[in-house]
């Protein structure tokens, strides 16, 4: 068998991925909304959003405990079969429900002002996505080869960029060749995965065939660790689909394409602390797997709320500068979602926490725990959503896009925080410790991005759009370097590793310092 990639390397590879996807994803997000517009873009994001929780329902938690038992058992190549007839399964079951909704007319009520061509259109492509990149991305992380899966990631990346650059210069960028360049991209890295994986040295394609008896044990398998998220799922899914159908009932494309950019937004601060989640979900499946919480607890106190506090130096800085994100990524089409953006900025802070206490719950198998903690929350959040989104005349605050912003980024604090207590209630670590953290490390970072912007803007006084964000993103980072050599607990780190990187920047030896972090 192939030599397996470290946990360093691979974080190493998928941050890498992450920085470029960064990059690659603020050209992108500065040419897709603006060549769709807010109408198109919406009706992209609507009907994407349902398929997404659509397929998550079917999926029923499965993927995750596909790749926790992939992770542990890389040799058995049958897991990987049922799991990819599991697939088939779900894409007929997908295409059923839209076939039936199309010949009963029911597409007209559940997909508000869309055309039936755009749900199929968005039906594949949703499930095209979950299959690459969740789930074939999956086997590649759990048979430890994630840098041949990040440089294909960035290969296929920039040649996506590429194209859509093409397509919005020969204003040729609409809905329909939108979903056909999607189509190309996806189709082309679902065939190189595909190839990794049989060159991984693990896989074989000779017991493609399998028994009853070990369809049956694949099924029990898959059923005890699953069956308790049916409830957590299904709420899931009504909750999900529900928030953004009635943006759209109420609010329109417009106010779902004003949502839809500042989520995007929010997703480019979350892809730095994004790429540790499931090599960190795959070292706590192999430690408890080995009974080894002491392993465990390590992982956790290391990595989180250093992650945490990455999340939050980027949410901060574009909460500050959302008018100026606004313009560069969707131009002035979109300058009425300064207000969404701003409230959405927070979300991906405690998004990281959120995924990083997921992944501890599955690695470890406390499924139920997990279910009933989300489903509480998302049930609170359905009134929640109304009120805030209907027309005062349905005894609503008809907030639009930006009461959606506000309940999500509301409950994913509440809920974050009370899986963190059981997580390190489980490990025995001390949960106010990390509640505090959070607590500190904002309201540091605000202050600083309030400071930057404040110099940049008045005592400087840089109009430019471009520079005034670089002007100002350079003193914050100053700022918040100087806040961390001070007091480096503010981002989850020690004085020893303060004078480590130090060191390693006196010597220029920047591979030891990847290589020991």
Same mark, same amino acid.
């Given at each position: 068998?192939?030599?397996?990639?470290?946990?360093?390397?691979?974080?190493?590879?998928?941050?890498?991925?992450?920085?470029?996807?960064?990059?690659?994803?603020?050209? #992108?997000?500065?040419?897709?909304?603006?060549?769709?517009?807010?109408?198109?873009?919406?009706?992209?994001?609507?009907?994407?959003?349902?398929?997404?929780?659509?397929?998550?329902?079917?999926?029923? +938690? /499965?993927?995750?405990?596909?790749?926790?038992?992939?992770?542990?058992?890389?040799?058995?190549?049958?897991?990987?079969?049922?799991?990819?007839?599991?697939? +088939? =399964?779900?894409?007929?079951?997908?295409?059923?429900?839209?076939?039936?909704?199309?010949?009963?007319?029911?597409?007209?009520?559940?997909?508000?002002?869309?055309?039936?061509?755009?749900?199929?259109?968005?039906?594949?492509?949703?499930?095209?996505? *979950?299959?690459?990149?969740?789930?074939?991305?999956?086997?590649?992380?759990?048979?430890?080869?994630?840098?041949?899966?990040?440089?294909?990631?960035?290969?296929?990346?920039?040649?996506?960029?590429?194209?859509?650059?093409?397509?919005?210069?020969?204003?040729?960028?609409?809905?329909?060749?939108?979903?056909?360049?999607?189509?190309?991209?996806?189709?082309?890295?679902?065939?190189?995965?595909?190839?990794?994986?049989?060159?991984? +040295?693990?896989?074989? *394609?000779?017991? *493609?065939?399998?028994?009853?008896?070990?369809?049956?044990?694949?099924?029990?398998?898959?059923?005890?660790?699953?069956?308790?998220?049916?409830?957590?799922?299904?709420?899931?899914?009504?909750?999900?689909?529900?928030?953004? *159908?009635?943006?759209?009932?109420? +609010?329109?494309?417009?106010?779902?394409?004003?949502?839809?950019?500042?989520?995007?937004?929010?997703?480019?601060?979350?892809?730095? #602390?994004?790429?540790?989640?499931?090599?960190?979900?795959?070292?706590?499946?192999?430690?408890?797997?080995?009974?080894?919480?002491?392993?465990?607890?390590?992982?956790?106190?290391?990595?989180?709320?250093?992650?945490?506090?990455?999340?939050?130096?980027?949410?901060?800085?574009?909460?500050?500068?959302?008018?100026?994100?606004?313009?560069?990524?969707?131009?002035?089409?979109?300058?009425?979602?300064?207000?969404?953006? =701003?409230?959405?900025?927070?979300?991906?802070?405690?998004?990281?926490?959120?995924?990083?206490?997921?992944?501890?719950?599955?690695?470890?198998?406390? #499924?139920?725990?997990?279910?009933?903690?989300?489903? /509480?929350?998302?049930?609170?959040?359905?009134?929640?959503?109304?009120?805030?989104?209907?027309?005062?005349?349905?005894?609503?605050?008809?907030?639009?896009?930006?009461?959606?912003?506000?309940?999500?980024?509301?409950?994913?604090?509440?809920?974050?925080?009370?899986?963190?207590?059981?997580?390190?209630?489980?490990?025995?670590?001390?949960?106010?410790?990390?509640?505090?953290?959070?607590?500190?490390?904002?309201?540091?970072?605000?202050?600083?991005?309030?400071?930057?912007?404040?110099?940049?803007?008045?005592?400087?006084?840089?109009?430019?759009?471009?520079?005034?964000?670089?002007?100002?993103?350079?003193?914050?980072?100053?700022?918040?370097?100087?806040?961390?050599?001070?007091?480096?607990?503010?981002?989850?780190?020690?004085?020893?590793?303060?004078?480590?990187? =130090?060191?390693?920047?006196?010597?220029?030896?920047?591979?030891?310092?990847?290589?020991?972090?």
């Amino acid at each position: 068998m192939p030599k397996e990639d470290s946990l360093k390397k691979r974080y190493i590879y998928k941050l890498s991925t992450n920085l470029t996807s960064a990059v690659i994803n603020f050209l #992108t997000q500065a040419i897709i909304p603006r060549g769709l517009g807010p109408k198109a873009y919406g009706d992209f994001n609507f009907l994407n959003n349902f398929f997404s929780e659509f397929i998550n329902f079917f999926d029923m +938690g /499965t993927s995750f405990a596909f790749y926790t038992k992939l992770s542990q058992r890389k040799r058995e190549s049958g897991l990987v079969f049922f799991y990819l007839y599991f697939c +088939g =399964i779900i894409f007929l079951l997908v295409f059923g429900f839209v076939i039936i909704t199309n010949f009963t007319s029911l597409y007209v009520k559940i997909w508000p002002m869309q055309q039936l061509f755009y749900i199929y259109l968005a039906a594949f492509f949703s499930i095209l996505t *979950w299959f690459a990149q969740r789930i074939l991305t999956s086997i590649l992380d759990a048979y430890g080869i994630t840098v041949f899966a990040e440089k294909v990631k960035i290969f296929f990346k920039i040649v996506g960029l590429v194209l859509i650059s093409l397509l919005f210069i020969y204003r040729q960028l609409n809905l329909t060749t939108f979903f056909y360049y999607n189509y190309f991209v996806l189709l082309l890295l679902t065939a190189a995965f595909f190839v990794g994986i049989k060159q991984s +040295g693990y896989f074989s *394609w000779k017991v *493609w065939q399998l028994t009853l008896e070990q369809i049956r044990r694949y099924l029990s398998e898959f059923y005890r660790y699953s069956h308790p998220l049916f409830i957590y799922i299904l709420v899931g899914l009504i909750v999900g689909i529900f928030d953004r *159908w009635l943006l759209q009932v109420y +609010g329109g494309s417009v106010q779902q394409g004003f949502f839809s950019l500042s989520y995007q937004i929010g997703i480019l601060c979350f892809l730095f #602390t994004g790429a540790m989640t499931p090599l960190i979900m795959r070292e706590f499946s192999i430690s408890f797997g080995k009974q080894d919480l002491i392993h465990m607890a390590y992982i956790f106190r290391r990595y989180i709320p250093l992650l945490y506090s990455i999340a939050a130096y980027f949410s901060c800085f574009i909460a500050f500068q959302a008018d100026k994100v606004i313009y560069i990524f969707g131009g002035s089409a979109y300058r009425e979602a300064v207000m969404v953006v =701003i409230i959405m900025a927070f979300y991906p802070i405690h998004q990281t926490y959120g995924q990083l206490s997921n992944s501890m719950f599955y690695a470890t198998g406390q #499924t139920r725990l997990y279910r009933n903690i989300g489903v /509480t929350f998302m049930l609170i959040g359905l009134p929640l959503t109304y009120i805030l989104i209907a027309p005062k005349a349905k005894m609503g605050f008809d907030t639009g896009a930006a009461g959606l912003a506000v309940k999500m980024v509301l409950l994913q604090f509440i809920t974050a925080n009370v899986m963190l207590y059981f997580n390190a209630k489980f490990l025995k670590l001390p949960f106010w410790k990390y509640f505090g953290h959070q607590i500190v490390s904002l309201a540091f970072l605000l202050i600083l991005a309030s400071i930057s912007v404040f110099t940049v803007n008045k005592i400087f006084c840089v109009r430019n759009i471009i520079m005034n964000i670089i002007v100002s993103g350079s003193i914050y980072t100053l700022l918040v370097v100087s806040i961390i050599y001070y007091v480096p607990l503010l981002f989850g780190l020690t004085k020893g590793d303060i004078q480590h990187i =130090i060191q390693i920047i006196h010597a220029k030896n920047y591979y030891q310092y990847f290589k020991k972090i």
